[in-house]
């Protein structure tokens, strides 16, 4: 079982930035490729980015391609989002979870399980 827990969400301006973090327990959080979605109000929850476990190959939505980077810690557990250029239209609650069934990069939230609570992002304009 893994756990996982989201942090560094807040109010930003456009433009701004923000490092999410995703702190998980759990003796196997190495071994899983990891994932990190979001989900606007009244939206359904939409895939942003992917890490193997070794960090070696990342994946990314189309719309947050040369603004966010998702990187691993695996010493400290933590898988990160770092955030720049942010939107108004990238308000929304993030989600971190790890990849269970599919092929590496997979966008279906079903891909995915043991998810966090979230931790939600305003930009504003």
């Known amino acids: 079982q893994v756990q996982l827990v989201e942090s560094g969400g807040g109010l930003v301006q456009a433009g701004g930035s923000l490092r999410l973090s995703c702190a998980a327990s759990g003796h196997i959080f190495s071994s899983y490729r990891m994932g990190w979605f979001r989900q606007a109000p009244g939206k359904e929850r939409e895939f942003v980015a992917a890490?193997?476990?070794?960090?070696?190959?990342?994946a990314y939505a189309d719309f947050v391609k040369g603004r966010f980077t998702i990187s691993r810690d695996s010493a400290k557990s933590t898988v990160y989002l770092q955030m720049s250029s942010l939107k108004p239209e990238d308000t929304a609650v993030y989600y971190c979870a790890a990849q269970l069934s599919g092929l590496f990069g997979s966008t279906l939230a079903t891909s995915y399980g043991y998810w966090g609570q979230g931790t939600q992002v305003t930009v504003s304009s």
């Open positions: 890490i193997v476990p070794g960090g070696g190959s990342t």
